[in-house]
Each structure stands twice: as C-alpha cells, then as structure tokens.
C-alpha cells in the first residue's frame, strides 16, 4: 500500500515541477465580478498579534467557520476553460486564507489570490492530493480569489466552508534583540561560509492545525531518493491536513545586517506539502512537497550518528517567524521532557538563541565545511530568554527517527514486515476483525495478539481498533524488550505515548491507559532503542467507566467544609470533612461507593475511631451511620445526599478551584511511577484506617488528613496551600489548620474558624510513594505513604 501512495506523492510532485507554484501577475478574468461574496461580521475573539500555545507553538491567527458552506453557483467561460470569483472578507484581519471543500471535480484547478497589497498568489488545487484546501495568504481584511478550470466543473464541485483569520501578518518582525540575524558575520570565515549555505536549506512555513494558524521552521533535506523531501517538527505537522494547509517562504532574511529590514516580497511556495512518516514520541515529521522549491533553494545533508558530549552545534531557524537567525552552542547530554519516551538532545547556546517558530528547525554540526542536520527543535526550557539565553533547549535524534524514515528516503529497501508502519497505511483498507485489526470492542475483555516482531531497526507496528461506543482502552506489550507505544487517533496524530508503564517493577514494557471515543483508533509499538528488535506479545482491554471524578469538592456559599472524592473504576471512596453538633472536626467516609443504573454512586457511610494520631497503631473500628450519593451533573457539580445518624443533608457541590488550573484526571492501569501530579487517596498501607487526599493545581497542593484525636474520635486538619519546593519537582510544604464551625446539618450556614496549628511537609520519592511529615501543637509525625489503590483502573491526574 504504501508504495502505491508514494508513488502517487512522487508523480504528483513531477506533474507540479513541470508547471512551478509560484506567484503570477495576473489573474485570467481580472474584471470578472465576484460570484460568491463571503462577508463575516467582526470577530467576537478580539485577540491580536501573536501568541504561543501550550505546544509551544507561535500561533498568528484563527479559523472562523460558516455557518453553512457556501458552494460556487456557476463558472464563466474563459480562455482555454472556466473562471470563478469569490471575495472574502474578515473585519480587522491582518491576512486572509479561504477553506476550499471539494465535491465532485473534475481534475486539478489553478487558484490564484490577491489582498491589499495586490500581488497575486497563485497554487494548483489537485483532488488527488487533498479533499480540502487552502488558498494562499494575502495581507489585508479581504481576498479576492480566481479559480481556474480547464473543464467546466459541477455546481457542487467547490464549497467555501472557512476563513482563516490572521492576528499577526507572517511577516511579522518580533524575533528579540539576543538573537543573531543570519544576514551578519559570526566573525568565522568558515561558520559564515557554511551559515550562508545552510540558510538556503530552511524555510518558514504557516499552516493550519485544529482551528488555528501557526508558524514553524523547516528543512529541504538531501536523501537517497532525491526528492523534494522536507524535516519538522511533530508538534508542528502531524497530521494530513495540516501538511496539505502549509505555505512556504524561503530565503526571508534582512536585507542587510542589522538592517531590521525584510524583503518585502518573500519567494514563497503555495502548494502544501504530503506528510510522509511522523512519530510523537521523537517529535519529527518527514513531509514531501506537492512542488519543487525555488531556484537557489539548497538540500541540507543528514548525518544520522549519535552526536558526542561537548560537540559544537549550530541553529537556524525563524524565531517568532521573523528574519532567519542563527545561534552557537554546544551539545551538553540527553534527556526527555514529561510527555514524549524517547530521549532527546539537551542543548545550550553560547551566542544567539532560539524562540517560538523556531520549533521544527535543525540542529547541525560542522562537517568537511559544511553544516549537516542532526535533530529537529522539539522545546526549550520555560526560562530560556535574553537574560538567560543559555537555558537548555531540546531536539529530537535524527539518530533515532532515522532508522524509521530510511525505507521512505531511498535509503533502505522495505524489509519483510509482520505489520504497517503508520496509520495511513491502514487508512483506506476496510475494517475487518482478523488480521492486523485488533477484533476490541466494548466489553469484549482482554485482547491478545502474540508472536509480534520489531523486525529491524527502525520498524514500528501499527494495530487498528474499533469502538462501537467510548470506553476506557489499557493497551501495553509483555515481552523481555523494552517497547514504546503510542495511541493515535483517526487523523494519524498522537494521544499519548508511553516507554515504561510499571518502571519501578523493573518492566521495560509499555502501557497506557486511556478513554477514547466510538470509532476508529490505532496503538503503535516501537522500540525504545533506534537499532533494537525482538518479540513481544501485546495486550488490549477496554473498561465501560466514566468520567473521573477524583477532586475535592464544595458548595462555595458553605466554606469550611468538604468532600474528597477518589474515584477508581466504577468505584468511588468519598470523605466528608465536616463538624459535629458541638462544632469539633471530624469525618465521615464512603469507602465503596457503587456505581448505580442512573449513573450516580452510592454506598454506607462509616465513622471510625482509632488510634490517636501520634502513638502506636492499634487499628480501628467502624460505625455505620448512614448512606452517601453522589449524582453527578454533567462532570463540574453535583448532588450530594447522606444521612448521618438519621438526619439527611443534600448539598450542591462543585468541583473546588483554588490555584490556576485545575488537573484533568483519567486513568492508569500501572504503577504512575513518573507521574508529576500527585492528586488522589494516600495512606500507609501497615496502617489502614486513617489516610490523606492531596489535591494539586500545579504547584499548590490541598492536603485533607483524617486521623484520630487523643481520644480516638475522628480528627482533621488541613494544609490549604501548600507550596512546591523551588528545589524539587517532588517535595511541598505548607501550613496546617485545624478548623471549628457549624454542625454538619446547621442551615444557615456560619463561617469555619481555621487555627494554625502545626505544618506539614510532603516529600515524593516518585509518582507513587513519599514520605508524610507534619506537626500538631509541637508533637512531630512522620510516615511512608503510598497511593491507595482499591479498583482498577486507578487514577491518574496531569495537566
């Protein structure tokens, strides 16, 4: 299958070299009036400028979709075939792209565009390639657009669906005064040389990924195959549709050095590209030009060795998509960021520096006078700035994405194989419940697939499932290698990857645990090493669970009480900090909670008595006094119903916010050994009966201890906000109280008195053990606590 595809991407790319995308001067019916008119009022979201997303992407505009997709009501005759006007317009728009849908076509189409500056831009609209399109940017609120057919298309052939809305012109100038203008000397007549060479390599490229516009750098690189192959970054392109969006500007750099001046007509290309190979977990993407590059456009040459400590290393790229830029630096060690497995290139910069846009650009090291490409910008450190331009920044190995792409690049013939290596090669074949589709589905149980192979360097295996209805999916191998994997939603983009699930069991296996919606999805199995193989057996299951409700959770007119709620399959382990009829703390807890046919959970309400907090452990005994509900409304309030000793209260509750973002919680099937977020039920397993909820908006953690007084009687206290050390991801501190106020039932309610009385201190080994530190009124008390696991799947909360 995919050398049909790929031969199809390569004689499309041959049928566009012939006829070059580049900009023309005119359009074919220039007086032509517009037959669509798409005029959107202004936009309600006022941003300008840029913006970095979460990503670390630069974002420079947004997607305002139609209300209903306006088609094109008839075409003009023209010489040597038909024309179509549409004009668009966004109020305030700093520039314009217009979405395209096609129907039925009947072959390719010339587009040309033009806005304020009145400079056409043309590209070739070809249905083998895409099913949408994009037209070029043009500066300005409006775009006037001509569409060109050699033969006269249907009614239904083209629809306008939506505009691009542009905060900031991609030609923006922001890059910051650190940076290093590629148009200057570095002052080495041999890095001058090379830097000159190398710049003709990279281009700035805009694109449109999940409603919004953004701007990367990328690279032409020289393979095997000779094709007009391009490097970026995963978190840039990774999925077909936003590699079909891209536009390109080469050679953009000042005039002159320290100029501040741009060319004011960039050599641009317009005719999107096709994604080849992407792999989350390295943070690359290969992606192929649907044309060729502009004259004077140079290959840069990939060396795929693994760089040496202390190696020299060069940028460039377009910071904040501004002029090209170079940076000077040194390659320091590996290491991983949070989210992706596989290690990467930490490196510090000596001179210049990189920023947003620049992701996706190369890093390279010098070789016989010339520059070759040895990784890609994945991110940098959150303080890298001019004031501290040496904070490490990270690229993904070509070393390790090498090996996957050679098959691609004319570098390796395609070896025996035991399955694909990318969604897009299973995107076309029908869904079938044997062979390489997994037969999963709802309630089917575990899956089993043995005798899988990573038959040679490089090779990842990609498994499709479907859902009839969501579900929570376990996916993880058992095998004596260590595997990485990754979910992979219907597009081709990644989910979540994973290298070592239970990693302090010393299992190099991987495993991921999350909720997937009905439809198609696909799980990829790679090894962690780049030249690794062997055997290993996968493993699905899925689990019908909701939503996770693990969070602490109040009524806002009621402060000074509450209940945490740890929630672990279908079970739910609620503990209700309150007050006794004389004002005194104390707690009541639903130990297993049971999901209900209405979707609520229910379960007897306990008050124990125990050991007093600071002296040896004798154990506890349990009263029932009552029931607890929680009827959830959607997944932010609640219903809360209990009785205590006859007496029924119903409250409504609502998740509790106290600093910044709240964490999202799903689940785990495994240890959470790198988990970073330590949000759910705590105890020491030697002493069951007291225990702690810890609640964790990034770096402030809500702690609710419940124990025993002197006299046995249910007691708690509370660390409110409690800090992260500025010396370790893994420790906090904090205050502790204990607070008085209105008996549980009391209506009106009054306000809780909190009294200092001590602090605690919580020091994590890993995501699943530490050490619990606190004192009350001078008494000291330490304990090892783990996570409480009592239903699987467990919890596992993140940002």
């Given at each position: 299958m995919?050398?049909?595809?790929?031969?199809?991407?390569?004689?499309?790319?041959?049928?566009?070299?012939?006829?070059?995308?580049?900009?023309?001067?005119?359009?074919?019916?220039?007086?032509?009036?517009?037959?669509?008119?798409?005029?959107?009022?202004?936009?309600?979201?006022?941003?300008?400028?840029?913006?970095?997303?979460?990503?670390?992407?630069?974002?420079?505009?947004?997607?305002?979709?139609?209300?209903?997709?306006?088609?094109?009501?008839?075409?003009?005759?023209?010489?040597?075939g038909?024309?179509?006007?549409?004009?668009?317009?966004?109020?305030?728009?700093?520039?314009?792209?217009?979405?395209?849908?096609?129907?039925?076509v009947?072959?390719?189409?010339?587009?040309r565009?033009?806005?304020?500056?009145?400079?056409?831009?043309?590209?070739?609209?070809?249905?083998?390639?895409?099913?949408?399109?994009?037209?070029?940017?043009?500066?300005?609120?409006?775009?006037?657009?001509?569409?060109?057919?050699?033969?006269?298309?249907?009614?239904?052939?083209?629809?306008?669906?939506?505009?691009?809305?542009?905060?900031?012109?991609?030609?923006?100038?922001?890059?910051?005064?650190?940076?290093?203008?590629?148009?200057?000397?570095a002052?080495?007549?041999?890095?001058?040389?090379?830097?000159?060479?190398?710049?003709?390599?990279?281009?700035?490229?805009?694109?449109?990924?999940?409603?919004?516009?953004?701007?990367?750098?990328?690279?032409?690189?020289?393979?095997?195959?000779?094709?007009?192959?391009?490097?970026?970054?995963?978190?840039?392109?990774?999925?077909?549709?936003?590699?079909?969006?891209?536009?390109?500007?080469?050679?953009?750099?000042?005039?002159?050095?320290?100029?501040?001046?741009?060319?004011?007509?960039?050599?641009?290309?317009?005719?999107?590209?096709?994604?080849?190979f992407?792999?989350?977990?390295?943070?690359?993407?290969?992606?192929?030009?649907?044309?060729?590059?502009?004259?004077?456009?140079?290959?840069?040459?990939?060396?795929?060795?693994?760089?040496?400590?202390?190696?020299?290393?060069?940028?460039?790229?377009?910071p904040?998509?501004?002029?090209s830029?170079?940076?000077?630096?040194?390659?320091?060690?590996?290491g991983?960021?949070?989210?992706?497995?596989?290690?990467?290139y930490?490196?510090?910069?000596?001179?210049?520096?990189?920023e947003?846009?620049?992701?996706?650009?190369?890093?390279?090291?010098?070789?016989?006078?010339?520059?070759?490409?040895?990784?890609?910008?994945?991110?940098?450190?959150?303080?890298?700035?001019?004031s501290?331009?040496?904070?490490?920044t990270?690229?993904?190995?070509?070393?390790?994405?090498?090996?996957?792409?050679?098959?691609?690049?004319?570098?390796?013939?395609?070896?025996?194989?035991?399955?694909?290596?990318?969604?897009?090669?299973?995107?076309?074949a029908?869904?079938?419940?044997?062979?390489?589709?997994?037969?999963?589905?709802?309630?089917?149980?575990?899956?089993?697939?043995?005798?899988?192979?990573?038959?040679?360097?490089?090779?990842?295996?990609?498994?499709?499932?479907?859902?009839?209805?969501?579900?929570?999916?376990?996916?993880?191998?058992?095998?004596?290698?260590?595997?990485?994997?990754?979910?992979?939603?219907?597009?081709?983009?990644?989910?979540?990857?994973?290298?070592d699930?239970?990693?302090?069991?010393?299992?190099?296996?991987?495993?991921?645990?999350?909720?997937?919606?009905?439809?198609?999805?696909?799980?990829?199995?790679?090894?962690?090493d780049?030249?690794?193989?062997?055997?290993?057996?996968?493993?699905?299951?899925?689990?019908?669970?909701?939503?996770?409700y693990?969070?602490?959770?109040?009524?806002?007119?009621?402060p000074?009480?509450?209940?945490?709620?740890?929630?672990?399959?279908?079970?739910?382990?609620?503990?209700?900090?309150?007050?006794?009829?004389?004002?005194?703390?104390t707690?009541?807890?639903?130990?297993?909670?049971?999901?209900?046919?209405?979707?609520?959970?229910?379960?007897?309400?306990?008050?124990?008595?125990?050991?007093?907090?600071?002296?040896?452990?004798?154990?506890?005994?349990?009263?029932?006094?009552?029931?607890?509900?929680?009827?959830?409304?959607?997944?932010?309030?609640?219903?809360?119903t209990?009785?205590?000793?006859?007496?029924?209260?119903v409250?409504?509750?609502?998740?509790?916010?106290?600093?910044?973002?709240?964490?999202v919680?799903?689940?785990?099937?495994?240890?959470?050994?790198?988990?970073?977020?330590?949000?759910?039920?705590?105890?020491?397993?030697?002493?069951?009966?007291?225990?702690?909820?810890?609640?964790?908006?990034?770096?402030t953690?809500?702690?609710?201890?419940?124990v025993?007084?002197?006299?046995?009687?249910?007691?708690?206290?509370?660390?409110?906000?409690?800090?992260?050390?500025?010396?370790?991801?893994?420790?906090?501190?904090?205050?502790?109280?204990?607070t008085?106020?209105?008996a549980?039932?009391?209506?009106?309610w009054?306000?809780?008195?909190?009294?200092?009385?001590?602090?605690?201190k919580?020091?994590?080994?890993n995501?699943?053990?530490?050490?619990?530190t606190?004192?009350?009124?001078?008494?000291?008390?330490?304990?090892?606590?783990v996570?409480?696991?009592?239903?699987?799947?467990?919890?596992?909360?993140?940002?």
């Amino acid at each position: 299958m995919f050398r049909t595809f790929f031969a199809a991407c390569l004689a499309a790319a041959a049928t566009l070299a012939a006829n070059p995308v580049f900009a023309v001067e005119r359009f074919h019916a220039p007086s032509l009036a517009p037959s669509v008119r798409v005029e959107l009022p202004a936009p309600g979201d006022k941003r300008s400028g840029a913006t970095i997303a979460a990503d670390g992407r630069l974002q420079i505009g947004f997607v305002r979709a139609l209300d209903k997709s306006v088609s094109i009501p008839h075409w003009n005759a023209a010489e040597g075939g038909y024309v179509a006007r549409i004009e668009a317009s966004s109020p305030d728009a700093q520039g314009l792209r217009v979405k395209l849908d096609l129907g039925t076509v009947p072959g390719a189409f010339e587009v040309r565009a033009a806005g304020s500056d009145g400079v056409v831009q043309s590209a070739t609209l070809d249905p083998l390639l895409a099913n949408e399109f994009w037209t070029p940017w043009t500066p300005g609120e409006t775009q006037s657009i001509e569409i060109f057919s050699r033969v006269a298309p249907s009614a239904d052939a083209l629809h306008v669906s939506a505009l691009l809305h542009f905060t900031e012109s991609p030609l923006a100038k922001a890059a910051a005064a650190c940076t290093l203008s590629t148009a200057c000397s570095a002052n080495d007549p041999p890095y001058d040389a090379a830097i000159t060479e190398r710049k003709k390599s990279i281009m700035r490229i805009q694109f449109i990924d999940g409603g919004g516009a953004f701007v990367c750098t990328a690279t032409l690189i020289d393979t095997p195959a000779h094709a007009n192959f391009v490097l970026t970054a995963n978190h840039c392109i990774n999925n077909a549709s936003s590699a079909t969006s891209v536009n390109t500007f080469w050679f953009y750099e000042e005039t002159s050095c320290g100029s501040g001046v741009a060319p004011l007509q960039p050599t641009r290309t317009n005719g999107g590209m096709q994604i080849v190979f992407t792999n989350f977990n390295i943070d690359s993407t290969l992606l192929l030009m649907n044309g060729n590059p502009p004259g004077g456009a140079l290959f840069a040459p990939l060396n795929a060795a693994l760089l040496a400590k202390g190696q020299s290393v060069v940028s460039v790229s377009h910071p904040r998509g501004d002029t090209s830029r170079y940076a000077i630096g040194a390659f320091q060690d590996q290491g991983r960021d949070a989210d992706r497995p596989i290690d990467m290139y930490l490196v510090s910069y000596t001179r210049g520096m990189i920023e947003p846009g620049s992701s996706g650009s190369g890093l390279y090291t010098m070789n016989n006078g010339h520059l070759e490409l040895r990784g890609v910008l994945s991110q940098a450190e959150d303080s890298l700035s001019c004031s501290n331009p040496t904070a490490l920044t990270l690229y993904a190995r070509l070393e390790a994405f090498y090996p996957e792409i050679a098959q691609y690049i004319g570098a390796q013939t395609v070896a025996p194989d035991d399955a694909p290596n990318r969604p897009q090669d299973l995107f076309l074949a029908p869904i079938t419940t044997t062979g390489l589709d997994v037969p999963l589905d709802l309630q089917q149980g575990t899956v089993r697939i043995d005798n899988r192979r990573i038959d040679y360097a490089g090779d990842l295996d990609v498994y499709r499932f479907f859902l009839s209805n969501p579900a929570v999916v376990t996916v993880y191998t058992e095998s004596a290698i260590d595997t990485v994997g990754t979910l992979i939603d219907s597009t081709g983009s990644a989910i979540a990857a994973n290298d070592d699930a239970n990693f302090l069991t010393g299992d190099n296996n991987f495993g991921l645990t999350q909720r997937l919606g009905a439809g198609v999805h696909y799980v990829s199995v790679g090894h962690w090493d780049p030249q690794g193989t062997g055997t290993y057996s996968l493993r699905l299951k899925t689990e019908a669970v909701d939503a996770n409700y693990t969070d602490l959770w109040w009524n806002a007119a009621e402060p000074g009480w509450g209940v945490n709620f740890n929630h672990q399959g279908n079970i739910l382990f609620g503990t209700l900090f309150t007050y006794d009829s004389s004002g005194a703390p104390t707690w009541l807890v639903m130990s297993s909670g049971t999901k209900q046919p209405d979707g609520s959970y229910q379960g007897d309400l306990y008050q124990l008595r125990g050991s007093p907090f600071n002296g040896p452990w004798t154990g506890t005994t349990l009263t029932t006094v009552g029931t607890m509900k929680f009827a959830p409304v959607g997944t932010e309030n609640a219903t809360l119903t209990y009785s205590f000793n006859g007496t029924q209260v119903v409250k409504s509750i609502t998740r509790q916010v106290f600093a910044g973002a709240p964490p999202v919680c799903g689940w785990s099937a495994f240890d959470r050994s790198f988990t970073l977020n330590f949000q759910d039920l705590w105890y020491d397993a030697a002493e069951p009966g007291w225990g702690m909820n810890l609640t964790q908006h990034g770096d402030t953690m809500f702690a609710t201890l419940f124990v025993y007084g002197s006299d046995g009687k249910p007691q708690w206290y509370v660390m409110s906000a409690g800090k992260r050390s500025t010396s370790s991801l893994l420790a906090f501190s904090g205050t502790l109280y204990r607070t008085t106020g209105p008996a549980f039932n009391a209506s009106p309610w009054t306000s809780a008195q909190p009294t200092e009385v001590g602090t605690m201190k919580l020091d994590f080994e890993n995501g699943r053990k530490g050490t619990l530190t606190y004192t009350v009124n001078g008494t000291q008390v330490v304990k090892p606590i783990v996570r409480q696991v009592f239903s699987t799947p467990a919890t596992d909360c993140g940002s």
